[in-house]
């Protein structure tokens, strides 16, 4: 059995368990996310490099007998009469449901299992993934085929605006259009994107779970934005493409911000020129960069989070590490020699809270190519 039917059995195993035996369920996996480079530019129009992992979730679906909405996953069981927000499990899965009844015919209340080995919370789009797997889930259900940007809207206006998480596209877009063994690089300012192969058999990139969980929906991450919106709204520029070297004038309260999308989005498109070079040292120098962009100019790490960078980097046979995600907790990536794996893995495990922290990802395949029934366009095209 492939890993996807497995994941689907038990997905579907764990409604029946959940919730009694009941109509076959429609399931969807979707991977997670890893940044290359590019953080916390996404939502003013930055560039970002970017790839889906081989970590994903698994949504099983099924109508409900009696008419309530139920959802189970991460060791909660919740139900409700309709499909609002709780601040639980269901809020996510139930979110896609309003957003794909936005769009085309409302689903009937549903009953709804989550499964799967990305971990929730740590900076690798779990979000953004259980959205989408139930959204392909809920549309396989009900024989509906979508394009793939219709797919990508779908799952954020259920992030946005019924879930209120006030996220950029970057984890949509990564999770949909992702291809095996490249690396995307987004414009999020038009939405062009384009695909690098990765140019490194022997090279991977090691996902390190700090234990310290973040929540995109949370204060830091409002602030954050809004503080990167008002040094583009100061600068008058559309996106931060456009700051160059002008974020040295805005006001002290905005500088660092202004700094820190300003050269991000620069960094990216170098990330994308070192992959295309094929130039690994140059991809980890970018990658130590951002951190140290993310740590200092956007102040979104943790002491943790560098204590872990720092070890990772000593490591020979490692090229560079940051964090990944939103920060303030959640995961940390290094780019290493797999030769270097088992020693890198043992030096970010030990400034990890937990004991078994790290996991070596390569680059998967997103929506458009694993649930091609549901996710129109061509595949193999842009
Ligand atoms: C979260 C958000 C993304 C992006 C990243 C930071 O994952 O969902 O839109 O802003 O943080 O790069």
Redesign the pocket.
């Known amino acids: 059995m492939t890993r996807t039917g497995g994941a689907s059995h038990t997905a579907s195993r764990a409604l029946d368990q959940a919730f009694g035996a009941g109509a076959v369920a429609a399931t969807a996996t979707a991977p997670g996310r890893v940044?290359l480079v590019?953080?916390?530019?996404?939502?003013v129009g930055g560039h970002v490099a970017c790839m889906a992992v081989d970590l994903a979730l698994t949504v099983a679906v099924r109508p409900s007998r009696d008419g309530w909405w139920r959802a189970a996953g991460l060791g909660q069981r919740v139900q409700r009469p309709a499909p609002v927000m709780a601040g639980d499990i269901g809020d996510r899965l139930f979110a896609a449901a309003v957003a794909v009844g936005g769009r085309g015919p409302a689903p009937p209340p549903l009953e709804i299992a989550v499964v799967g080995d990305l971990p929730a919370s740590a900076?690798l789009?779990s979000?953004?993934a259980v959205i989408l797997a139930a959204t392909v889930a809920m549309l396989r259900l009900a024989g509906r085929r979508v394009e793939a940007e219709e797919l990508v809207a779908i799952a954020l206006t259920a992030e946005r605006d019924v879930a209120g998480v006030p996220?950029?596209?970057?984890?949509q877009r990564a999770i949909v259009h992702a291809r095996p063994a490249e690396v995307l690089a987004l414009d999020c300012a038009g939405g062009a994107r384009r695909r690098v192969p990765w140019p490194w058999p022997a090279v991977a990139l090691m996902v390190a779970a700090s234990g310290e969980s973040h929540d995109?929906g949370g204060r830091e991450?409002r602030r954050c934005r809004q503080a990167a919106e008002s040094a583009c709204a100061a600068l008058g520029v559309p996106t931060c493409q456009e700051i160059g070297e002008r974020w040295s004038e805005l006001e002290p309260g905005l500088r660092a911000r202004g700094r820190h999308i300003a050269t991000e989005t620069l960094r990216a498109d170098a990330a994308v020129r070192a992959l295309e070079a094929g130039d690994v040292a140059a991809l980890g120098r970018l990658m130590d960069e951002s951190h140290e962009s993310l740590r200092r100019d956007c102040e979104v790490s943790t002491a943790r989070l560098d204590a872990m960078v720092a070890a990772a980097r000593r490591v020979p046979g490692c090229h560079g590490a940051r964090l990944v995600?939103?920060g303030f907790g959640g995961s940390v990536v290094a780019l290493v020699e797999e030769r270097a794996a088992e020693a890198c893995a043992a030096a970010l495990t030990a400034h990890s809270e937990l004991d078994r922290a790290t996991c070596l990802v390569r680059p998967a395949a997103g929506l458009e190519v694993t649930a091609a029934d549901v996710v129109g366009g061509q595949l193999g095209g842009s």
């Open positions: 940044t590019g953080e916390h530019v996404d939502y900076g789009a979000s953004a996220c950029g596209d970057l984890d995109v991450y995600g939103a």
